[in-house]
């Protein structure tokens, strides 16, 4: 079973309802109805539709969730999935932005040093060389990337990476592709 199959199934909110009871210790028709505050009919059907697709077993009133089955989905659809982008033509550089950045977005700012300047050396390319920015548009870039765009701001600026004066940055640092 492939794990689009799984995601469909979980799609409807009865069956949600039952496999989440299954899955908190609920073993009868009964016990998924009390615990899920579903009919009984309700119950009776989305555990046949669960059986069929096989991740519920059901024998008489008592059911039992294939909880292996969502496992081997997920091992499944990860070794099908594309290999992550490289951002970085350095490994160690790459290692640092795979754990930071998730589509396009930084998950959280690194607290240490080191891998913060990683970072913010690969944020800062998205400021044009001899461009001049308003802080306004400084901030909208930067809010791209991450939330919190008055720590990316001073970061860059601290770092040498953006110069500041009179709420105008521009780009005095970082690699630069020529």
């Known amino acids: 079973m492939d794990a689009a199959t799984i995601v469909g199934l979980l799609a409807d909110p009865v069956r949600l309802k039952v496999v989440a009871a299954l899955a908190l210790g609920a073993g009868t028709l009964e016990e998924v109805a009390a615990a899920s505050g579903l009919g009984l009919k309700d119950v009776a059907l989305a555990a046949r539709r669960l059986g069929r697709a096989g991740l519920v077993h059901?024998?008489?009133?008592?059911?039992?969730?294939?909880?292996?089955?969502?496992?081997?989905?997920?091992?499944?659809?990860?070794?099908?999935?594309?290999?992550?982008?490289?951002?970085?033509?350095?490994?160690?550089?790459?290692?640092?932005?795979?754990a930071f950045v998730r589509e396009g977005r930084l998950t959280s700012i690194p607290a240490q040093h080191s891998k913060r300047l990683v970072v913010l050396e690969h944020?800062?390319?998205?400021?044009?060389?001899?461009?001049?920015?308003?802080?306004?548009?400084?901030?909208?870039?930067?809010?791209?990337?991450?939330?919190?765009?008055?720590?990316?701001?001073?970061?860059?600026?601290?770092?040498?990476?953006?110069?500041?004066?009179?709420?105008?940055?521009?780009?005095s640092g970082g690699y630069v592709e020529v």
């Not at 059911?63 to 160690?92: C, N």
């Not at 870039?141 to 004066?165: F, I, N, S």
């Open 58 to 98: 059901r024998e008489g009133h008592a059911l039992a969730l294939h909880t292996e089955r969502f496992g081997a989905a997920a091992r499944a659809a990860a070794e099908a999935a594309a290999p992550p982008e490289r951002l970085s033509d350095d490994p160690a550089e790459d290692a640092v932005l795979s």
């Open 123 to 171: 944020l800062v390319r998205v400021f044009e060389p001899g461009v001049r920015y308003p802080e306004r548009e400084v901030n909208a870039l930067l809010a791209v990337w991450h939330p919190d765009v008055a720590a990316l701001r001073r970061y860059l600026v601290d770092e040498g990476l953006l110069t500041r004066e009179a709420g105008i940055y521009w780009r």
